[in-house]
Nanobody, 126 residues
Framework: VQLQASGGGLAQAGGSLRLSCAAS????????IGWFRQAPGKEREAVSN????????YYSDSVKGRFTISSDTAKNTAYLQMHSLSPEDTAVYYC????????????????????WGQGTQVTVSS
């Protein structure tokens, strides 16, 4: 399984970016998909999650209402659309996933995910 994250870059405060996570070896419509981020000097934190089977989504309080997670089954790619960016959103963003078999899971725990992408840098200037 490989996850390829892309789409990071430099944005101005108030701007938007869309991150992509292309998967191979794992069908995202049969998986849970998560986005995490790690800012300099801070621990990695969960940002969002999507259950590829039932479409349920979850967001951290810090991004709720600004970020939207989605997926394209045909492209087997997940996305994180980010709006109203602020300098506090500056971080390396990681996508993660694993196959889902219907069991309960805690979407914010890194241990819930088996596969990780390499990370993509998002920098927001004020």
């Amino acid at each position: 399984v490989q996850l390829q994250a892309s789409g990071g870059g430099l944005a101005q405060a108030g701007g938007s970016l869309r991150l992509s996570c292309a998967a191979s070896g794992l069908r995202l419509d049969n998986a849970i998909i998560g986005w995490f981020r790690q800012a300099p000097g801070k621990e990695r934190e969960a940002v969002s999650n999507m259950n590829g089977i039932n479409g349920r989504t979850y967001y951290s309080d810090s991004v709720k209402g600004r970020f939207t997670i989605s997926s394209d089954t045909a492209k087997n790619t997940a996305y994180l659309q980010m709006h109203s960016l602020s300098p506090e959103d500056t971080a390396v963003y990681y996508c993660a996933a694993r196959s889902f078999s219907g069991e309960p899971y805690y979407w914010g725990m890194e241990q819930e995910y088996e596969h990780w992408g390499q990370g993509t840098q998002v920098t927001v200037s004020s």
